[in-house]
């Protein structure tokens, strides 16, 4: 079955710099969550969206952005790069225009380490 | 979202049974329980859910009583495969997307030959 993919699965760059995340969700999926796990750490949620619509954030910097275009893949945008974003970024997707579909039931991708030097 | 609780670490060896439980004490009417299980550097995965009394899938089991103040996640005989970090999650079926998944502190599960 087709999984979440993502990409690039890693990415190094430089403090200030500038990196664009992919992700692809499963087909027929409509709505996507970003999380950030940083070393050591739990996954935190950073943003969401339902049928390409922004819907939930979370603890995301104003240095992030993202948005989820027509064919349903969603990119996230990092700027002015720090040491500190340094992490595994994941992203997941689910089905919640279904009743049959479980609220939580999430699809999470490889994810992208980015490293920041 | 409710706040959980849940060992931090738990050790146990091939062929066991493993069963971990979470206390959920702020549990609402219209939350579910939730449980994923990560291996590191992948994504977390999606385990098991349920509501209240038991549920039961093809690779764990999931046990709430009555007062659905506290939850077990039963794994059936693991193997080494098993050894990744355990979350407990418990939050109200939303929709539009508002569904994020908040994690705690997970239980390291270290299963061994």
Same mark, same amino acid.
């Given at each position: ?85 340094? &992490?595994?970024?994941?992203? &997941? ?25 | ?7 931090i670490s738990m050790d146990s060896y091939e062929g066991q049974e493993v069963n971990i439980t979470c206390s959920h004490n702020?549990? &609402? ?54 050894? *990744? ?19 705690? *502190? ?7 030959p």
């Amino acid at each position: 079955a087709a999984g979440v993919i993502q990409s690039p699965r890693h990415l190094i760059k430089e403090k200030r710099e500038t990196a664009t995340l992919k992700c692809y969700p499963i087909p027929r999926h409509d709505t996507v969550y970003w999380y950030q796990q940083g070393p050591g750490q739990d996954p935190q949620f950073l943003i969401s969206f339902y049928e390409k619509m922004q819907s939930d954030k979370g603890s995301i910097p104003d240095r992030f952005s993202a948005q989820q275009f027509s064919d349903y893949h969603s990119e996230l945008n990092m700027s002015s790069l720090e040491l500190g974003d340094s &992490a595994l970024y994941f992203c &997941a997707s689910s089905l919640e225009g279904e009743v049959k579909a479980g609220p939580y039931e999430q699809y999470f991708g490889p994810g992208t380490r980015l490293t920041v030097t | 979202l409710a706040k959980t609780t849940q060992p931090i670490s738990m050790d146990s060896y091939e062929g066991q049974e493993v069963n971990i439980t979470c206390s959920h004490n702020n549990i &609402a009417t219209n939350d579910y329980i939730t449980w994923y299980q990560q291996f590191p550097s992948q994504g977390p995965r999606f385990i098991i859910q349920g509501y209240k009394t038991k549920v039961t899938n093809e690779v764990a089991s999931l046990f709430i009583p009555a007062d659905r103040k506290s939850s077990t996640l039963s794994l059936p005989r693991v193997s080494l495969s098993d050894t *990744a970090v355990y979350y407990c999650l418990v939050g109200g079926a939303l929709s539009g997307g508002y569904n994020k998944l908040i994690f705690g *502190a997970g239980t390291r599960l270290a299963v061994h030959p």
